[in-house]
């Protein structure tokens, strides 16, 4: 359809759409209004003719500036491509945005300008506009990026690609007059298979976000993170397909305080000092600095003044950027009543999903991202707010299987080389026999505790007591030579130094069918492993004969099962 049935030009210099889908270019808009301009006499709807101040000028055939009174509306720059427009006098400008690349399947493209999605979750360009397959051109259009004399967030755009099932992807670029590209390029996600809708149900997929600290366990000690993901019963890559399914493209989700569809992670670190007496930064809320070219905003994502430490006198903020540019040294940083100066500011880089990459078994985590310790494998790898990497210890599980709850008690402990209970594990290497006593000190043959040592409750010592029995202790948390437990009298109960400890892996009356075991795993190690149910009032009439086996505690963990042998 010819562009005289789609525009028309109103006699106060109104330039508008009237009808039809078609769209043109900024040259096709100019090269009409002086076609009108060249008329004799205004005719039908085009109230415009020789008479008429000059309506429009070309600079290039991308370059077009419309000249007072003469304008489009946001309506009419929807059906316009291929380079930029000026109106009034600069104080509007409309720039022009080629998108190019290849997308996977049929992707919605959206334009993040001012921390707000440009035209909402179902754009006017939908899959894809002014298309050109064969220069890989995925959209053509034009962007406000100035409006009532001033820049839009400085004429800065981010394009993304967040579609269910691909991958992500993002292009930030400063837009201006004529076209201006970004690139996007974006494949099938073979580690997003689940429908939306089941992943919708995996609510219990959860975030502590802030500044924490996390110890996986690995000899590195605590460790700092602006979020603490807990996958609950779901795979790592069920955690990453949650992760893609809060910040997807038309998402309803929050995370930060923020729409998911903005959120992208820490994008710069920023150092500060001279804070206000009694005031700190509050995690979620927006930082502000600068004035003009210098302004800019951030969402607080972590802030190293936990409320236990208020008042420090210098500290790190962990923002992700919002608006205009990044803060620089020596610069008033505000939020709420809150001021202080920056320090120095590191920029971070940012993974396409915040969370990280999945390799569809383990979890390559994006920068500051922290994970329950209990839910990553030795296959893991997260990065703390210090950017260095952090390697989860092989976490494996023993289970004990073939049980009857409420009658069985389990023993699992070392084995001894010949199949049989390892009592000589450790040795005492202090005298116990007052009350009142919280630790138990011990020595090895490798000098130190076993490196497999449980650290989670449930696993108890076995003491020699100088009567010859051996003692059931529950300890809490153990380190170099020593076990901490809960207090413990012994007096009436003496275990001299040089008696016998060793482990009860699992060491407990079974309230289930299967007893299990977590550790981190050293090396492989022979476990002894001892069932028994002999009857009795309290436990029903089904004895079975004592079971003892050996299993193996492997690099995946280990199995045994008890073999019901009746004992009557």
């Given at each position: 359809?010819?562009?005289e049935?789609?525009?028309?030009?109103?006699?106060?210099?109104?330039?508008?759409h009237?009808s039809?889908?078609a769209?043109?270019?900024?040259?096709?808009?100019?090269?009409y209004?002086?076609?009108?301009?060249?008329?004799?006499?205004?005719?039908?709807?085009?109230?415009l003719?020789?008479?008429s101040?000059?309506?429009?000028?070309?600079?290039t055939?991308?370059?077009?500036?419309?000249n007072?009174?003469?304008?489009?509306d946001?309506?009419?720059?929807?059906?316009l491509?291929?380079?930029?427009?000026?109106?009034?006098?600069g104080?509007?400008v409309y720039?022009?945005?080629?998108?190019?690349?290849?997308?996977?399947?049929t992707?919605?493209?959206?334009?993040?300008?001012?921390?707000?999605?440009?035209?909402?979750?179902?754009?006017f360009w939908?899959?894809?506009?002014?298309?050109?397959p064969?220069?890989?051109?995925l959209?053509?259009?034009?962007?406000?990026?100035?409006?009532?004399g001033?820049?839009?967030?400085?004429?800065r755009?981010?394009?993304?690609?967040?579609?269910?099932?691909?991958?992500?992807?993002?292009?930030?670029?400063?837009?201006g007059?004529?076209?201006?590209?970004?690139?996007?390029f974006?494949?099938?996600d073979?580690?997003?298979?689940?429908?939306?809708?089941v992943?919708?149900?995996?609510t219990t997929i959860?975030n502590?976000?802030?500044?924490q600290?996390?110890?996986?366990n690995n000899?590195?000690?605590?460790?700092?993170?602006?979020?603490?993901w807990?996958?609950?019963?779901?795979?790592?890559?069920?955690?990453?397909?949650?992760?893609?399914?809060i910040t997807r493209?038309?998402?309803?989700?929050?995370?930060?305080g923020?729409d998911?569809?903005?959120f992208r992670?820490v994008t710069?670190?920023?150092?500060?000092?001279?804070?206000d007496?009694?005031?700190?930064?509050v995690?979620n809320?927006?930082?502000?600095?600068g004035?003009?070219?210098?302004?800019?905003?951030?969402?607080?994502?972590?802030?190293?003044?936990?409320?236990?430490?208020?008042?420090?006198?210098?500290?790190?903020?962990?923002?992700?950027l919002l608006?205009?540019?990044?803060?620089?040294?020596?610069?008033?940083?505000?939020?709420?009543?809150?001021?202080?100066?920056?320090?120095?500011?590191?920029?971070?880089s940012?993974?396409?999903?915040?969370?990280?990459?999945?390799?569809g078994?383990?979890l390559i985590?994006?920068?500051?991202?922290g994970?329950?310790?209990?839910?990553?494998?030795?296959?893991?790898?997260v990065?703390?707010?210090?950017?260095?990497?952090?390697?989860?210890?092989?976490?494996?599980?023993?289970?004990?299987?073939?049980?009857v709850?409420?009658e069985?008690?389990?023993?699992?402990?070392?084995?001894?080389g010949?199949?049989?209970?390892?009592?000589s594990?450790?040795t005492?290497?202090?005298?116990?026999?007052?009350?009142?006593l919280?630790?138990?000190?011990?020595?090895?043959?490798s000098g130190n505790?076993?490196?497999?040592?449980?650290?989670?409750?449930?696993?108890a010592?076995?003491?020699?007591?100088d009567?010859?029995?051996?003692?059931?202790?529950?300890?809490?948390?153990?380190?170099?030579?020593?076990?901490?437990?809960?207090?413990?009298?012994?007096?009436?109960?003496?275990?001299?130094?040089g008696n016998?400890?060793?482990?009860?892996?699992?060491?407990?009356?079974?309230d289930?069918?299967?007893?299990?075991?977590?550790?981190?795993?050293?090396?492989?190690?022979?476990l002894?492993?001892?069932v028994?149910?002999g009857?009795?009032?309290?436990?029903?009439?089904?004895?079975?004969?004592?079971?003892?086996?050996?299993?193996?505690?492997?690099?995946?963990?280990?199995?045994?099962?008890?073999i019901?042998?009746?004992?009557?």
């Open positions: 359809m010819a562009i049935n789609d525009i028309q030009v109103a006699v106060n210099g109104d330039i508008r009237y039809g889908t769209t043109y270019t900024v040259l096709e808009l100019h090269r209004l002086q076609d009108l301009a060249d008329q004799a006499a205004a005719s039908g709807d085009d109230l003719d020789i008479t101040v000059n309506p429009s000028e070309r600079s055939d991308n370059i077009i500036t419309l007072s009174p003469y304008n489009i946001d309506v009419l720059a929807e059906y491509y291929d380079g930029s427009i000026t109106q009034g006098g104080d509007t720039s022009g945005l080629v998108v190019v690349g290849s997308v996977y399947g992707t919605t493209l959206q334009i993040v300008q001012n921390n707000v999605l440009y035209d909402g979750d179902t754009p939908g899959t894809g506009i002014n298309t050109d064969a220069n890989n051109i959209c053509r259009m034009i962007v406000k990026t100035r409006a009532t001033a820049d839009v967030d400085g004429k755009i981010r394009i993304s690609a967040r579609e269910w099932s691909e991958t992500y992807a993002e292009f930030s670029v400063t837009m007059l004529g076209n201006s590209v970004a690139a996007i974006t494949n099938n073979l580690n997003n298979t689940t429908t939306s809708g992943v919708a149900t995996w959860t502590v976000e802030g500044w600290t996390i110890d996986l000899g590195d000690g605590p460790q700092p993170y602006y979020s603490q807990n996958r609950a019963t779901y795979t790592i890559n069920q955690l990453y397909e949650r992760a893609k399914y493209r038309g998402t309803a989700a929050t995370i930060h923020i998911g569809e903005l992670g710069h670190q920023v150092a500060w000092n001279t804070q007496t009694g005031e700190f930064f995690e809320n927006t930082l502000t600095w004035t003009g070219a210098t302004a800019g905003t951030g969402l607080i994502l972590a802030d190293t003044e936990e409320s236990a430490n208020q008042g420090e006198d210098s500290g790190t903020c962990y923002i992700q608006t205009g540019v990044a803060p620089t040294a020596a610069m008033t940083i505000t939020e709420g009543a809150c001021v202080a100066t920056s320090g120095t500011v590191t920029s971070r940012l993974s396409p999903v915040f969370i990280g990459v999945s390799t078994t383990a985590g994006a920068y500051g991202i994970v329950e310790a209990l839910d990553l494998s030795a296959s893991d790898i990065f703390d707010l210090s950017n260095t990497p952090r390697y989860p210890p092989n976490t494996v599980t023993f289970t004990v299987g073939g049980l709850s409420g069985d008690y389990v023993l699992v402990t070392p084995e001894d010949s199949g049989g209970l390892y009592y594990q450790m005492l290497t202090s005298t116990l026999e007052t009350s009142g919280t630790q138990i000190y011990v020595t090895s043959l505790i076993p490196p497999d040592t449980p650290t989670i409750s449930g696993s010592l076995r003491v020699k007591l009567t010859g029995v051996y003692r059931r202790i529950q300890y809490n948390l153990w380190s170099g030579l020593v076990f901490d437990t809960e207090y413990v009298d012994w007096s009436g109960y003496i275990a001299s130094s016998n400890v060793f482990l009860g892996y699992i060491d407990r009356a079974a289930d069918t299967t007893e299990s075991f977590q550790t981190k795993f050293a090396t492989a190690r022979t002894f492993i001892r028994r149910d009857g009795g009032a309290t436990k029903g009439d089904t004895p079975i004969k004592s079971f003892e086996t050996v299993g193996t505690l492997g690099t995946a963990g280990g199995t045994a099962t008890a019901r042998t009746p004992d009557a």
